[in-house]
């Protein structure tokens, strides 16, 4: 444990590291059960630091990036900041051209959460969520845990229970660079999803509830790709989101691989699975000028998201998987992140 700075309440933070004998370390906080650092070996056995993150508990606290951030209740983006459940309308804060995103500006990567347990190789976070937070029915807890293997494979599973009928769609907001954080943008390093199809967006961002074909598209990652190879090319969908920032829609079901990411500079590949529907490839459009670990001051384009979920809007598109908990049911979901040299 390492003290990580106190935030404006007068709240202690502090830092948990994960380690296995590879030489990989993942640093986290109970700040926002935040992923801080994450430490792996490249083809010349040269440490990397591989996600963006800040120096302290304040840049976290004033950050607007999500950098590693737990993202709850729900991600992504809900149109006007409304749905109904159970017929009760419920409106949310709209931060987002009109519309909700990750639930609004009270967000749990800026709250303390409890450490439940801690080992060498796993840590739990908990936080208790009152009924009416974030404009949400029912009171939840919620957990979220960190597990380190020897096989360099970080996973991460949500747990939630509520005692009403609410919704769920949690995911980690980590940007990777395969180059190190400190490293300019990441262009040239080779993205694959497995994923025939996406589902396309508004002026604002907003899912149309139609799910098209990626073939023929920039948007098509179905054979690794350079990220930069189309993102700027003359398509509507990219210029609405200036550069990539979709929901896919993922092959298959269950725990599976859903996507990857490969360095040739530093030889290292990334492996993303999920037993989630979907995954939000965003390729950090909106970075700027933002001061981050080491001083390095993060630019456009500089980390890969890859936020698995729900679809985005999903509780209001009857065509999309639904994200409600019902009362006595349990919220759970893995993603993992497994790095290996190629």
Known sequence: MMKFGTTSLGEEATLYTLENQNKMVVTLSDFGATLVQVLVPDKEGKIRDVVLGYEDVTGYEKGEAFFGATVGRVANRIAKGEFKLNGVN????????GNNLHSGLNYYNKR???VLRKSKEEITFELISPSGDQGYPGEATIRVSYHLSEENELKITYQAKANEDTLFNMTNHSYFNLEGH?????????????????????KALIPTGEISLVKGTPLDFTQAKEVGKEIDADFEQLKLAGGFDHNYVLEGRGFR???SLYS????IKMEVSTDLPGLQFYSGNFIEEEVGKDQVTYQKRQGLCFETQYFPNAVNEQSFNSPILLVGEEYQSTTSFSFQIV
């Open 90 to 97: 419920y409106h949310l804060t709209t931060n987002d051209n």
């Open 112 to 114: 303390m959460w409890q």
């Open 182 to 202: 400190q490293s300019s943008d990441t262009l040239s390093q080779e993205v694959w999803l497995n994923a025939q199809a996406f589902t396309p967006i508004d």
């Open 257 to 259: 691989k859903v996507a």
């Open 264 to 267: 040739k500079v530093t030889g």
